[in-house]
């Protein structure tokens, strides 16, 4: 399977010299997309009602939920990044910590996954394909493998599951809790009804 892995990396890296447009839109993709998972909860936060707010509210939690399961994968086993290795070509910088599984795309499609209730699916589906550009993008720049990407998949899954299923009880406990102090923070632009209450 190892073998595997690194003879995709190989296929999908980037070479030491890539087209100028090429590592341009895969910076774009690699660093700066996942800012909409953030960006689009709270904007959809600040004008939806409360059907709404609780599915965003649970996919949060699922993307929180799915990155604390990453860092226990990664005490538990460690997996070099390619970089470390000596493998392929490296064109952005990264901290040294295990490569599998991808941060970046299991934040990405845990609150993409957990988005596909029946109110949220449009985003929910529009977000899950917004996590194949940084995928191929994190494994051209050399951070990551292609193995990495489908551990992303499968934990992004587990926690997509545990919202939907579990999601009521949560949400009753959760929601009005952040719905209280959303109220006493945002305040002024609820009063000039700037945002929803």
Not at 115 to 134: C, K, N, Q, W
Request: with cysteine.
């Amino acid at each position: 399977m190892e073998s595997l892995n690194t003879h995709l990396f190989l296929l999908w890296n980037a070479p030491a010299h890539p087209a100028p447009f090429a590592y341009a839109a895969a910076v774009l993709c690699a660093e700066y997309l996942i800012w909409l998972v953030p960006l689009g909860l709270m904007l959809g936060w600040l004008k939806a009602g409360q059907v709404v707010r609780q599915q965003l509210l649970l996919a949060a939690l699922a993307g929180l939920a799915a990155l604390v399961t990453n860092q226990l994968i990664g005490l538990v086993w460690y997996h070099p990044r390619p970089f470390e290795i000596g493998l392929g070509h490296t064109l952005v910088p990264h901290v040294l910590d295990s490569s599998f599984p991808s941060d970046h795309l299991t934040l990405l499609w845990a609150v993409a996954f957990a988005l596909f209730a029946p109110s949220t699916r449009p985003e929910g589906i529009a977000l899950a394909i917004i996590g194949l550009p940084v995928a191929w993008a994190r494994i051209y720049l050399g951070v990551h493998y292609p193995f990495d990407m489908l551990g992303a998949a499968l934990v992004a899954t587990v926690w997509a599951w545990v919202v939907h299923h579990g999601g009521a009880r949560i949400a009753a406990w959760v929601y009005p809790l952040v719905l209280r102090l959303y109220r006493v923070m945002f305040a002024p632009l609820i009063r000039r009804g700037w945002v929803l209450p």
